[in-house]
T-cell receptor
Framework: GAVVSQHPSWVICKSGTSVKIECRSL??????MFWYRQFPKQSLMLMAT?????????EQGVEKDKFLINHASLTLSTLTVTSAHPEDSSFYIC???????????????FGEGSRLTVL | AQKITQTQPGMFVQEKEAVTLDCTYD???????LFWYKQPSSGEMIFLIY??????QNATEGRYSLNFQKARKSANLVISASQLGDSAMYFC????????????????FGQGTILTVHP
């Protein structure tokens, strides 16, 4: 199956620093990538939709200056949490939609997730 | 309005028995897809099964089957012969719209159901 790699899988940082999370599709081209945030035992909440070569589309209530998303190539999207604070501590997970949707289902392939802890 | 509703925060089942996880959805889009994902404690999202809105038959994948009742807007997941390894959080998700849009593949998730399988 298609593989999406997310790095780092966990990160601890000090308050006020910035953290970058990478999401790579390893064996397919991803026109669109999605970034989700998940608090413990809660649902996945969509933060933004990232299309290659264009600005990300953020969901209502998500600060675009706080969560910088870049989709520089068809295989890489990055999420940068700027000036992180303890309330930004969460599980961030990306998903990628293949350029060729062979099954016609719109299925997404998910990364392993990144657990961010801000001290 | 909630688009995807999972009313069971937690479910318990005895090993080797079947269990049904409930999911109802709300959409006015005639074209949509319904997914079920399993999320173990490690955090990865594991795709289980897909049902398209135009599919005439209920989807099945091994021990997983989807009880799709379109008129009632429900898409319950049935797991037969439960195993200890099935203990995890389960999410129902919906993808609206047809292929071609830049946000095609965007998923809305339900609140999740924590399934515990007892030996």
């Amino acid at each position: 199956g298609a593989v999406v790699s997310q790095h780092p899988s966990w990160v601890i940082c000090k308050s006020g620093t910035s953290v970058k999370i990478e999401c790579r599709s390893l064996d397919f081209q991803a026109t669109t990538m999605f970034w989700y945030r998940q608090f413990p035992k809660q649902s996945l909440m969509l933060m933004a939709t990232s299309n290659e070569g264009s600005k990300a589309t953020y969901e209502q209530g998500v600060e675009k200056d706080k969560f910088l998303i870049n989709h520089a190539s068809l295989t890489l999207s990055t999420l940068t949490v700027t000036s992180a604070h303890p309330e930004d501590s969460s599980f961030y997970i990306c998903s990628a939609r293949p350029y060729l949707d062979r099954l016609g289902t719109g299925e997404l392939f998910f990364g392993e997730g990144s657990r961010l802890t801000v001290l | 309005a909630q688009k995807i509703t999972q009313t069971q925060p937690g479910m318990f089942v005895q090993e080797k028995e079947a269990v049904t996880l409930d999911c109802t959805y709300d959409t006015s889009d005639p074209s949509y897809g319904l997914f079920w994902y399993k999320q173990p404690s490690s955090g990865e999202m594991i795709f289980l099964i897909y049902q398209g809105s135009y599919d005439q038959q209920n989807a099945t994948e091994g021990r997983y089957s989807l009880n799709f009742q379109k008129a009632r807007k429900s898409a319950n997941l049935v797991i037969s012969a439960s195993q200890l390894g099935d203990s995890a959080m389960y999410f129902c998700a919906m993808r609206e719209g047809s292929a071609g849009g830049t946000s095609y593949g965007k998923l809305t998730f339900g609140q999740g159901t924590i399934l515990t399988v007892h030996p």
